[in-house]
């Protein structure tokens, strides 16, 4: 398999996975033996995000050394998320108007799925809204918020940090140097980590087709094209429009990150990414102060592929219960969507709890969830994988915008990531 790409590797294990869960559907056996594989993966990859998050922005930040022009990289940042963010939410308003997915769609023929999990999970913010995103940034414990992952509190510690490193000047030096060694040491262990992923993405796949079948697929087939279609004319148009501003290529992007975006989209999860992505952009011309600042704060702020999702999804529901919603309603659904799904990324079914908290504001029933929930698998490969777009694209108009942007170290990087594309292609035939 050594000759073979990550990319190559992760596709086989891809299909691979569907293959054993579809033969096997409905069998307890492929849940029992696969399920570990993807969760030890899946683990491996959580374990180093912290670390390395915490590593390189600290590096980063007592490299920019200055409150003001890091407050400067955070406003700017926050504004590009929200402004897409919100055309996304637009967007998939009026992909769902004029495509109307859920209507005549018969009910009786749907499965419903248990959303307990996802209704606990709603519960458990406690409320969530845009003022306690901010009152939790703070953290009370920074370990506590380590153990739990939350990235945002690890963000705002580790930038104090950074600082407070930055401040106290020769004497900081052997800090940054502990920081960048373990920096290093994670980026290490993560490209061998990556030599698990086909593993780790034929049983997570192998599990999802075993356990909900393709045929979940037929009923609400509209949808999930819908949804598919969008996804990708989000990234192609409106990414690629603000990539051909910043002076680089969508394409291109995309071509960079080829083993990232499968291996995000096998596994549904952006943390699987995070790491490689913020190692590659940095290759790709971004400073590495803009890096692991921008793309760890995006996990939480800029979520393109979600908010589209959450805003179809929503008025896919209505219409499968014959509800119309009029334009007032949808600004309504608009903006609640955009408060709503701000800060809770770490929540289990980040989607799915951003609907539920936004569903009964505008009086469309939470119930209809459950009937869209057996194919939120597959509607979530397709939003991690935009989500993952967004996040890189963010660290290269970042980086533009500050003037930090190595255009040339981004142009060699490009090439060479394309001409080892092509000598792949011919050791491969």
Not at 2 to 20: F, R, S, W
Not at 212 to 218: A, D, I, N
Not at 256 to 273: H, N
Request: contains cysteine; proline residues 3%.
């Amino acid at each position: 398999m050594k000759k073979y790409g990550l990319a190559l590797q992760i596709l086989i294990g891809l299909i691979l996975g569907i293959v054993v869960g579809a033969i096997f559907y409905g069998s307890p056996e492929v849940k029992t033996y696969l399920q570990p594989i993807g969760d030890i993966f899946l683990r491996l990859i959580k374990m180093i995000v912290v670390p390395i998050v915490i590593s390189t922005l600290i590096v980063g930040v007592a490299g920019v050394g200055d409150v003001k022009k890091l407050g400067k990289i955070g406003g700017k940042a926050i504004l590009y998320f929200e402004i897409v963010t919100t055309v996304a939410i637009i967007l998939g308003l009026l992909v769902a108007n004029l495509f109307q997915p859920g209507t005549g769609v018969d009910m009786s023929q749907l499965t419903k799925t248990d959303i307990h999990q996802y209704v606990e999970a709603a519960e458990g913010t406690g409320g969530h809204s845009f003022i306690d995103t901010f009152v939790n940034i703070v953290p009370k414990n920074i370990f506590d918020a380590i153990v739990r992952g939350d990235m945002l509190a690890i963000i705002f510690f580790s930038v104090l940090f950074g600082l407070g490193v930055a401040a106290i000047g020769e004497r900081g030096k052997p800090v940054i140097s502990f920081f960048q060694g373990v920096a290093s040491a994670m980026f290490w262990v993560t490209n061998q980590i990556m030599k698990f992923a086909p593993f780790g993405v034929f049983a997570l796949i192998g599990v999802t087709v075993s356990t909900f079948g393709l045929k979940s697929l037929l009923p609400l087939a509209k949808l999930v094209v819908l949804v598919y279609a969008t996804m990708i004319f989000f990234v192609l148009v409106v990414l690629g429009a603000i990539a051909k501003k910043a002076g680089v290529s969508i394409f291109s992007l995309i071509r960079i990150l080829k083993d990232e975006l499968l291996l995000a989209y096998s596994t549904s999860s952006s943390e699987t990414v995070l790491p490689r992505i913020m190692e590659k952009m940095e290759q790709f011309g971004c400073p590495r102060a803009i890096t692991s600042f921008v793309i760890p704060t995006g996990y939480s702020f800029n979520l393109d592929g979600s908010t589209l999702y959450q805003a179809v999804a929503a008025l896919f529901i209505a219409q499968m219960y014959g509800i119309h919603l009029p334009i007032g309603t949808q600004i309504t659904l608009m903006l609640v969507l955009m408060i709503t799904s701000k800060g809770i990324a770490g929540v289990p079914g980040v989607s799915f709890v951003v609907l539920l908290a936004t569903l009964g504001s505008v009086n469309i029933p939470l119930e209809g969830l459950a009937f869209i929930a057996g194919i939120d698998r597959i509607l979530d490969m397709a939003r991690t994988v935009v989500n993952v777009i967004g996040n890189s694209l963010a660290a290269v108009v970042i980086s533009k915008w500050e003037g930090q942007y190595d255009t040339e170290k981004g142009k060699q990087y490009a090439t060479s990531v394309k001409m080892n594309k092509q000598l792949e292609t011919v050791e491969n035939c």
